[in-house]
């Protein structure tokens, strides 16, 4: 069983930038593919950027070049740098731990992000 707690979000201007973390609970952090996805009112569930225990990141095409995602594994931490933030990035932002071969999928209960002036 994994437990993640999502911290970070609040109320910025546009272009503003935040940095959103997420402590896991776990001692198997590292086999673990982290992510973070976003619900904005009245639209789907999307992945934002997610991280393999190596390293390796993928971006949704709608922050390519604003969203950094990174992984320390020694603290059991996935963090999203947010810059040039834009109000369409308006969402609660989840973080969610994957292991598709154990069937195990965990969330943490999201934090608000609001890009408003």
């Known amino acids: 069983q994994v437990q993640l707690v999502e911290s970070g979000g609040g109320l910025v201007q546009p272009g503003g930038s935040l940095r959103l973390s997420c402590a896991a609970s776990?001692?198997?952090?590292?086999?673990?593919?982290m992510g973070w996805y976003r619900q904005a009112p009245g639209k789907q569930h999307e992945l934002v950027a997610d991280v393999t225990g190596g390293g390796t990141t993928n971006y949704a095409d709608s922050v390519k070049g604003r969203f950094t995602i990174s992984r320390d594994n020694a603290k059991k931490a996935v963090y999203l740098q947010m810059n040039s933030l834009k109000p369409e990035d308006t969402a609660v932002y989840y973080c969610?731990?994957?292991?598709?071969?154990?069937?195990?999928?965990?969330w943490g209960r999201g934090t608000q992000v609001t890009v408003s002036s």
């Open positions: 776990g001692s198997i952090f590292i086999m673990y593919h």
């Open positions: 969610n731990a994957q292991r598709v071969a154990f069937g195990e999928n965990f």
